[in-house]
């Protein structure tokens, strides 16, 4: 075997061993080569093979240092699932991101910057983070005051904040016939029923708003105009509009779930049109990584108080580390770049969809990371399920998403982001050629 190879051999086993960790740096190449007697450009050749086996990683004007190990298969936020191809959990991830976000860490682990970093957090932040937070929320035709933001320490957290803010243990909250499923699991957490309200296509109707307000009022709405999770739909400014009016008129507060808004250009959020009668959602989650992440709230004046409450009482408030963090990416231009790497992945994601599903009745956004499929007959959403994951891939029913006692339709989430494009490609075009066959089809194999 050649030396540099025997060398590389050595070293490898070392990090196989734990006596070279994750994060420790190698020696310049120079003096790896007087420490071991070879030639420097030996020494160039071991590094390059340590590279090539995937076991360190050069960062340029920094070194080579021991790269972490390959994640442990399986989803990263949820119970490990038995199915090999996830089309449940959906968390993007781009290739890039991980050498673009640690940049902007490494200042933060100066002793100097550290230190501040990590002591307690008010729900309000820093100045820095609030006007990179209204920064990151600004988009044509609206233009939040950082003075309003506030922060929890996720998305889920946010929400969560702000129905316990709003609606009362057995209080009344509405939410449309099929929503993201947590605020189920919220709802029943805080005590509060969820009422379901209509959509058509165009997303909630104001109609529907009304009408549940008749026998007994809400105490405030929860929706997603932009990028409905798990329909896809956007809301027109002429329906936000509407809802903005019927909301001032009952004197009802939304909460706005803009968490996957970062994908398109829509119109301006709801609480654009309705400011006095909105709490708005964002998060760093699915934009950035879901590991170190804040979520973003901005509140109407008057119910300042009562959600930094909220956010203390349920220690929901965010890390100084975590803003810190985001403060940084958002300001030297990581978030924005990382965002736009997004984008155009969820598009390719959509037009394998569109390949593999032609035919079929599908709903979706082509900016979005998810799908929603009508199956046609015979087929029912749990039969279809099961006939999946018999397949090896995870989908989700409707009744995951339907609220209330009528019966769920039948239709499945498909969710895009986590496999590989070749991967989901191969599932997705599985997924076609089940729902082309029968169930007794799939019972029989």
């Not at 803010?165 to 099929?178: D, I």
């Not at 810190?324 to 037009?351: L, M, N």
């Not at 995951?400 to 498909?414: E, K, Q, T």
Request: glycine letters at 8%; charged letters at 20%.
């Amino acid at each position: 075997m050649e030396d540099y190879r025997r060398i590389a051999d050595t070293i490898a086993a070392d990090i196989t061993a734990g006596r070279l960790r994750p994060g420790d740096r190698l020696p310049p190449q120079r003096r790896f080569a007087r420490d071991h007697r070879i030639a420097e450009s030996t020494a160039a050749r071991v590094y390059r093979e340590l590279t090539r086996r995937g076991l360190v990683v050069g960062e340029v004007g920094r070194g080579t240092f021991v790269r972490a190990a390959a994640p442990v298969p399986g989803p990263p936020l949820a119970e490990p699932a038995a199915a090999r191809i996830d089309l449940e959990l959906n968390y993007p991830l781009v290739t890039s991101q991980d050498a673009q976000l640690a940049r902007g860490l490494t200042p933060l682990l100066r002793p100097d910057v550290l230190g501040p970093a990590l002591r307690p957090c008010a729900a309000t932040g820093t100045p820095a983070a609030r006007a990179a937070a209204a920064a990151l929320l600004t988009c044509p035709g609206w233009d939040p005051d950082p003075d309003r933001v506030l922060f929890a320490g996720n998305g889920r957290q946010g929400i969560a904040a702000a129905l316990a803010a709003l609606v009362p243990p057995g209080g009344r909250l509405g939410v449309e016939s099929l929503t993201y499923p947590v605020i189920k699991a919220i709802a029943a957490r805080l005590g509060i029923t969820p009422v379901p309200l209509p959509l058509d296509e165009h997303g909630l109707r104001p109609d529907g708003v009304t009408d549940a307000c008749r026998t007994t009022p809400l105490h405030a709405v929860y929706l997603q105009p932009t990028l409905h999770n798990p329909l896809g739909l956007t809301m027109a400014p002429a329906r936000r509009a509407e809802l903005a009016a019927t909301l001032t008129r009952l004197n009802l507060t939304a909460v706005e779930d803009r968490i996957w808004s970062f994908l398109t250009d829509g119109p301006p959020p709801l609480a654009a049109f309705a400011p006095d009668h909105t709490v708005l959602i964002d998060s760093l989650s699915k934009r950035l990584a879901p590991g170190l992440t804040a979520g973003l709230i901005l509140a109407p004046p008057a119910l300042t108080d009562r959600l930094t409450s909220a956010l203390r009482s349920g220690a929901w408030t965010a890390t100084g580390f975590a803003l810190q963090a985001a403060t940084r990416w958002i300001t030297d231009g990581t978030a924005a770049v990382i965002g736009q790497a997004k984008r155009d992945d969820a598009a390719a994601r959509q037009r394998i969809a569109a390949r593999a599903l032609t035919g079929f009745t599908v709903h979706a956004d082509p900016h979005a990371y998810y799908c929603w499929w009508r199956l046609p007959d015979p087929w029912r959403a749990e039969t279809f399920v099961a006939a999946a994951a018999r397949r090896g891939i995870a989908i989700t029913p409707a009744a995951a998403f339907a609220v209330g006692r009528p019966a769920a339709p039948g239709a499945v989430r498909l969710g895009l982001a986590s496999p590989p494009p070749g991967t989901l490609d191969h599932a997705l075009t599985t997924l076609a050629a089940i729902a082309h066959g029968t169930p007794e089809d799939t019972v029989a194999e």
